[in-house]
């Protein structure tokens, strides 16, 4: 009598997820609260390094006011999909279902408060994602495309019906982001663009910057502007050149070589305030008006030790109107160890902006950060993370049915 072998039954997953950061984890949570199997797998030692030094320890986790309008991609209208299916508002109810207190610190930036932090942040994902097989220290040897996707890892080979890339880009390398989605995306011959770093600190090389260097550690509510776009935050002088919120924001904007303008005043009226000094305190001199305003280096620098009755008016409306719109070309900037985000990415027209799907694999699925969407400094990432891992569990949930076999 013949012996009959038993075969053995493999696993297939309805999704493996590649990345166990925001996005990684915020697509596994919907994925198992709708009865999804899921397989998440981290080649570094933690979960959701980033999240964790965000905000400083206390997770600028989402934006009241978000919109595609606060996105910088190729594509401005592709982020309007996934940002009007899950709102900041369903992620606020989030926050609010695991009683983490949170506040709005400025312009609808909301902090988790008091103690925890971030972690309190990362450990609600974690409590949504019970019953996802999470496994870190996996580093990802291969990927093949049968009737499913096989990922061949140190940890073993993994099998899934649909598959789903959430590594983020190239910023903070030191937190092991690395260029991951984008080898996986030309697998799959999947345009990308060109990566580069954003929401960074820009440096200005050259002798003709070295006053640059002498204002190291001055900081000022300020503006930046490039072309028809501008914010109003605080700028810092650095040793390297400028920073601070308002200059990592018109970052996203700039390539080396654009030209770019500073307003060191944006709610005064430099010109009628000089003019009105003049004739009110002739006497005073003109670094000491402009300390009134400016911080007092700032001021010693752009003004001088004459008394500003000395001062034609043409040459005070002069000044005043160099320092309302500054001209600075970029050099360049601090690159991704410095990046708070990548700029660029997957090509927008690569996807399907209703379920980040690729339009060319049937199955496989980019989302967060390795996407051509960047958001503004403020919490906008983080809310691009969780409506894209959103729409991606949606699509799986109502199209793609358990396949254990």
């Not at 092991?176 to 200005?204: N, R």
């Not at 010109?271 to 010693?300: G, H, M, T, Y």
């Amino acid at each position: 009598m013949p012996i009959k072998t038993l075969k053995l039954k493999t696993k297939i997953y309805d999704a493996i997820i590649i990345g166990a950061g925001a996005a990684g984890l915020f697509c596994a949570s919907q994925l198992v609260k709708n009865g999804k199997s899921v397989i998440l797998l981290e080649h570094s030692d933690k979960v959701g390094a980033k999240i964790l030094i965000s905000g400083g320890g206390r997770c600028n986790f989402t934006n009241l006011k978000v919109t595609h309008e606060n996105f910088v991609s190729q594509n401005s209208q592709f982020a309007r999909s996934a940002l009007s299916q899950y709102t900041s508002q369903d992620f606020i109810k989030l926050v609010e279902k695991h009683n983490i207190p949170y506040y709005e610190k400025t312009l609808g930036q909301l902090f988790v408060d008091g103690t925890g932090g971030a972690k309190r942040i990362l450990q609600m994902l974690l409590d949504e994602c019970d019953g996802a097989n999470i496994k870190t220290d996996c580093e990802i040897l291969e990927i093949k495309k049968h009737d499913d996707f096989e990922v061949a890892t140190s940890l073993g080979n993994f099998f899934g019906k649909n598959l789903i890339i959430a590594t983020g880009g190239k910023s903070i390398p030191k937190m092991g982001a690395t260029g991951f989605a984008y080898k996986i995306a030309q697998q799959f011959g999947i345009d990308i663009i060109e990566p580069s770093p954003a929401l960074v600190p820009l440096v200005f090389t050259g002798d003709k910057f070295d006053w640059m260097k002498e204002l190291a550690g001055v900081s000022f509510d300020g503006r930046a502007k490039f072309g028809k776009t501008s914010f109003d935050e605080a700028i810092l002088f650095t040793h390297k050149g400028l920073s601070g919120p308002a200059i990592l924001q018109i970052s996203s904007y700039l390539n080396a070589g654009d030209i770019f303008q500073i307003d060191f005043a944006p709610k005064h009226d430099l010109a009628a305030f000089l003019i009105d000094a003049k004739a009110k305190q002739p006497n005073v001199k003109l670094s000491k008006i402009l300390s009134e305003i400016l911080p007092s280096r700032l001021a010693s620098y752009f003004g001088n030790e004459e008394i500003i009755s000395k001062a034609k008016d043409a040459q005070l409306r002069e000044l005043a109107q160099k320092l309302h719109n500054f001209p600075l070309p970029v050099s360049g900037t601090e690159g991704f160890a410095k990046a708070e985000v990548t700029k660029g990415g997957i090509s927008t027209n690569e996807l399907n902006q209703k379920s980040m799907e690729a339009k060319k694999q049937k199955g496989l699925f980019f989302i967060g950060e390795c996407v051509d969407i960047t958001g503004w400094l403020g919490g906008y990432n983080f809310a691009w993370s969780w409506s894209s891992a959103f729409v991606c569990a949606k699509e799986i949930v109502n199209n793609y049915a358990n396949n254990d076999i």
